[in-house]
C-alpha cells in the first residue's frame, strides 16, 4: 500500500493508482475536475490538463518537489507523495488559464445547447471561469454533421477531449472514428462522414463532456432541468438495461445511461434502450435520482454564483440514490 | 579554438563512400570496440564523455542510456532521431548528406552498448532526398560487414533501417516520433512511462539525436577521457552550430564549446560579422524555441561576463537575461529586423506544428498568433501586450510535450527584452 496526502487529507492506495483515482476516494472537494480522463476508457487522460495538480514532494525516497505540475489523472501514486490541488494558488490559477483557454473557441451556445444543465465545461467555467472575455478573434466554426440517424456532431463545441474517439475504437473492431487535421484546426470525424452504426454508439453521446454529441431524437425537446430524472431499467438482451429515463409527468422524453457522481456513466446501454424504447410501458420506473442542490440541473441557482465563488463541478452533477 | 572531431573529413572528396570514409581513418571505432571493447564498456566511455544530448534538451546521454530497462525480456531498439525540424536549425541535415557513414559509425557503437539488434533512423519527411544517401551508406557498411549478420565474425547482429515521416514538426519529440514510426498519429505520449520502459512497440528504447549519436563515433576512437578535455565545465566536447539570418557566412560550423558568442559572430573562420556593416539587434542561440537575446545579452551575461557557447553559460541568469543552447541552431538578427514580425513569423509556425492534442497548446498558439497578427498589422491593443504574456505563461509547462514550452518562450522573452518595439506597432 501507498500513502498519498491530498490537500493534508491522508489516505492509502494500491500501487498502479493515479492521483486522481485516489483523491476520487476522498471524495468532496480534493477531487480535480476531469473533461477527458473516463476510468471506464483505456487511454484517456492527460489531454484536457484540467486536473493538474501540483507535487509538493514526489515520494518519501526523494522528497523533491516535481518542477512543472502534472495532469493528475496519469501520474501514479509513490509512496509518501505530497499532493497540492484546491490549497494551492498555483494549481487554481494553472487552472483558471486553461479554463480560458478550452473556452477560447467554444461557441458559448449554451442558450441553444442541449447539453446545456449537465455540460461539464459549463460547470468547470462557473467554477473557474472568467466573467469576460478578451477575444475578439472570431471562433473557429465548422458545419453541423449527422452521425447517422441518431447523433448530432456539432464540432463548433468540441474540446477535443478523446472520449468519443476511444468510446468508438472499443465498440467497433475496425477504425471508424477518430482526429482530422492538427492544432487548432483539427476535428472529429467518421472516416469519412460514415455513420457509426453500432449497437453501443449511443454512448458517444454520453461520455462527451460537452454538447458536441447530442441526441438527435431529443434535439430541442426540452431544457434537462425541465425533467426529473428517473433511475428505470427493463429486461435487455443486448446490454444490463439500467438507464437513467427523463420524464416530464408521464411521458419518458429521453433515456441515457446512469452516471456516477463523477460524471461517468456505470455501464454502457445499447442504442435499443436509449433511443427506441421512449413509451413508460416499456420501463420499471425505480425512483427519482438524487441531484445536488448546487447543480445548474436543479434549475434557477444562478443568482447565487458570484465572481469569486467556487461551485465545484463534481459536486454539480447527479449522484445515484442510496 | 577550431578542433574539428564530428567535421574534420567534411571537405575530402568523396567521403560519402564507403571506400573513402575507410582510408580516412572511418570504421576504426567499431573495429575498437568490437576487438578489444565489452558493451559495458563502450557505455562507460560514453559517460567518462560527458557528452549531452545535442538535440535540445542537453541530457547526459550516458546516464539515459543507463535508464534503458535491461531486465525486459522484450527486444530493445534504438532510434536515431532525424527529425530535424526546428528553424534555424540545419545540422543534422549537414551531418547526414556530407558523412552519412560518421552517424552509421555511431549507431554501430551505439546499438553494441546497448544490446540493439534493430535501429531506426525516423527521417524529417523534407529530407527524402537524404534517404537515399543513408540507404546506400547502410547497404555499403553491410557488405563490408559492419551492418547486417554477426559484424566482423563476432556474435553482434544488428539491422538499420530510414524510415521517412510525413514532416511533421511535433514528430521530433521522442514519444511522437516513437508513435508516428508505429504507424500511428503522431501524438505525443503521456509520460511515465517514459521511452526507456516503454518504448517502440512497447519495448525498451533509447531515442537519441543524429549529432549525439555520430558523436559517440569520435568519442570510442579518442576515448571518453579525451573527449572530456575538451569544451568547458560541464559542456564537455565540440557541438555543431548552425548559423543563418544577417551575418556574413551563415552555415554549418563545429565549435568547441566554451567559444565566446562575440567571437563566434565576429571572427572570420566563422559567421565573419554582421551582414552589410550593420549593427547587431537579437540573436537566438538554439533554435527558435529558445529565448530571444538583446545584443547585449547575447555578448555579455548580466554579470558582465562574456557569453559562451556552453549549455551553462547561455543559460546563466536563467530566462530574465539568459536562454539556451539548445539545438545549436544560431539566428542572428540585425538593427533592421522587426521582432513583432518574427516573433509573428515563429508563432504562426508552432501554431501550424502544434498537434492539437491538449488544450492549452492547442488553443494557446492559435490565440498567441491571431494576437501578434493583430499587432503586426496595426491593429494592436495596448492591452494585448500582457495578454500575451499571460496566454503563454498559461502554456507554459501545463502541456504534455515541450511543444507548448516551445511556443511560449519566444513571445515571452521576446515581450521581455523588446516591450518597446510592441509598443510602437500599437498605433
Known sequence: ?322 | MGRAVLLDKVNVPGIRDFGVYREHGGYRSVDKALGEMTPAQVQQEVIKSGLRGRGGAGFPTGLKWSFLDRKSDKPRYLVCNADESEPGTFKDRYLMEHLPHLLIEGLILSSYALGVKTCYIYIRGEFKYLVGILETAISQAKKNNYVGERILGTGFSLEIYVHPGAGAYICGEETALLESLEGKRGNPRIKPPFPAYKGLYDCPTVVNNVETLATITPIIGMGGEAYAALGIGKSTGTKLMSACGNINKPGVYEIEMGLPVEDFIYSDEYCGGIKNGRMLKAVIPGGSSVPILPADLALNTARSEARLLSYESLSEGGFESGSMLGSGGFIVYDEDACIVRNTWNLTRFYRHESCGQCSPCREGTGWMEKILYRLEHGQGRRSDIDLLVRVAKNIEGNTICPLGDAAAWPVASAIRHFRGEFLEHIK
Not at chain 1, 7 to 19: A, H, K
Not at chain 1, 121 to 132: N, T
Open chain 1, 1 to 322: 500500500m501507498l500513502r498519498i496526502t491530498i490537500d493534508n487529507i491522508l489516505i492509502e492506495v494500491e500501487e498502479g493508482t493515479t492521483i486522481l483515482q485516489a483523491a476520487r476516494m476522498i471524495g468532496g472537494g480534493v477531487v480535480p475536475p476531469a473533461m477527458c480522463y473516463y476510468s471506464k476508457l483505456k487511454g484517456s487522460g492527460g489531454k484536457c490538463r484540467t486536473c493538474l495538480v501540483k507535487v509538493a514532494q514526489g515520494s518519501a525516497k526523494d522528497p523533491r518537489p516535481m518542477p512543472k505540475l502534472v495532469a493528475s489523472c496519469s501520474t501514479p501514486v509513490q509512496d509518501g507523495m505530497v499532493v497540492e490541488n484546491k490549497i494551492s494558488v498555483e494549481v487554481q490559477q494553472a487552472r483558471e488559464g486553461i479554463v480560458e483557454l478550452l473556452l477560447l473557441n467554444h461557441p458559448l451556445d449554451c442558450p441553444v445547447c442541449d447539453q446545456a444543465g449537465e455540460c461539464d465545461l459549463q460547470d468547470l467555467a462557473f467554477g473557474f471561469g472568467m466573467e469576460e472575455t478578451e477575444t475578439i478573434e472570431p471562433r473557429r466554426e465548422y458545419p453541423v454533421v449527422d452521425i447517422g440517424p441518431l447523433i448530432k456532431l456539432h464540432m463548433n463545441r468540441c474540446i477535443h477531449c478523446y472520449r468519443c474517439v476511444l468510446t468508438a475504437e472499443q465498440i467497433t473492431k475496425k477504425r471508424a472514428h477518430g482526429m482530422l487535421y492538427r492544432g487548432d484546426t483539427m476535428e472529429i470525424s467518421t472516416f469519412i462522414q460514415t455513420a457509426i452504426e453500432n449497437d453501443f454508439s449511443g454512448n458517444m453521446i454520453d461520455v462527451c463532456p460537452v454538447g458536441a454529441l447530442t441526441d438527435r431524437t431529443f434535439r430541442f425537446k426540452s431544457r434537462v432541468w425541465f425533467l426529473n430524472p428517473m433511475n428505470a431499467h427493463r429486461e435487455c438482451s443486448s446490454c444490463g438495461g439500467k438507464v437513467t429515463a427523463w420524464m416530464f409527468g408521464s411521458e419518458i422524453y429521453r433515456v441515457t445511461g446512469r452516471k456516477d457522481r463523477f460524471g461517468e456513466l456505470e455501464e454502457f446501454i445499447c442504442n435499443e434502450c436509449r433511443f427506441e424504447k421512449k413509451d413508460i410501458s416499456d420501463w420499471v420506473i425505480e425512483g427519482p435520482r438524487k441531484i445536488k442542490r448546487q447543480s445548474v440541473i436543479s434549475g434557477n441557482q444562478y443568482e447565487h454564483l458570484k465572481k469569486g465563488s467556487i461551485i465545484h463541478p463534481i459536486e454539480g452533477t447527479t449522484e445515484p440514490q442510496e
